[in-house]
């Protein structure tokens, strides 16, 4: 599973460089310049990791950083600064920042602070088969899931949506596309087909079905998952 990055940098030169490097790596990078566009992409989008520069225009670093935790996004948060003064680090990381990297860096060491964080996270497959989110773990070459260590019984058309569904982290898919690509034909619009099988994988695999933290339901569209 590609792994979905937003890069907030104000420095033209340098979030270009840093795109083109992560993209090469193989990541999906999503840009910003400034405070106000970082807050609203962070709020309003799924990432699996926040590359965050403290001095930026707008709103500076550490205040995206606060207002993204306030809002329930613990999306890992990795902050770029100029500044070297342990108290500016303590303060970010007491706000809710995951990690630091102080300028100039190298880019190996970014890119090894990257990884580690989205291991840290679950965020990302063990391997080519296997994801993680939250306490559930889906092994799809063995077809088996876990949460918490514990067997959940899934049918194969449950595991084909849920491989689906994590495939495409982030996205909204309407309820014909889930039907077309999962079931393999297109239902008629009154079918609840979908609605029934979603809310079986809230039953197994959220924590409170009532509350879904991944399975999200995007009124008059469909659904999206979020890791």
């Not at 400034?34 to 990791?49: K, N, P, S, V």
């Not at 880019?107 to 939250?134: H, K, N, Q, T």
């Not at 009154?190 to 039953?203: E, F, M, P």
């Amino acid at each position: 599973m590609t792994a979905r990055l937003l890069l907030v940098e104000d420095e033209h030169g340098l979030r270009v460089t840093l795109t083109d490097r992560l993209t090469s790596e193989g990541y999906s990078v999503v840009s910003a310049a400034d405070g106000d566009i970082a807050l609203e992409l962070a709020t309003r989008q799924a990432f699996h990791l926040i590359i965050l520069d403290v001095m930026l225009p707008r709103r500076n670093g550490f205040e995206v950083c606060r207002i993204v935790r306030e809002n329930g996004v613990r999306t890992p948060i990795l902050m770029l600064t100029a500044r070297s003064e342990t108290v500016d680090k303590v303060s970010g990381l007491r706000i809710g920042a995951d990690d630091y990297v102080i300028k100039p860096f190298e880019m190996p060491e970014l890119l090894a602070r990257i990884e580690a964080l989205l291991r840290r996270s679950g965020a990302l497959a063990r391997g080519a088969d296997v994801y993680e989110f939250g306490d559930v773990r889906a092994d799809f070459r063995r077809a088996e899931v876990t949460r918490g260590g514990t067997t959940v019984e899934l049918s194969a058309l449950e595991m084909r949506l849920l491989r689906y569904l994590i495939e495409h982290n982030g996205e909204v898919l309407s309820r014909d596309r889930l039907l077309d690509e999962v079931w393999g034909y297109e239902a008629l619009p009154t079918t609840r087909t979908v609605d029934v099988h979603i809310a079986w994988l809230r039953q197994k695999l959220e924590a409170n079905a009532g509350h879904p933290r991944h399975f999200m339901t995007v009124r008059g569209v469909g659904y999206k998952f979020v890791v």
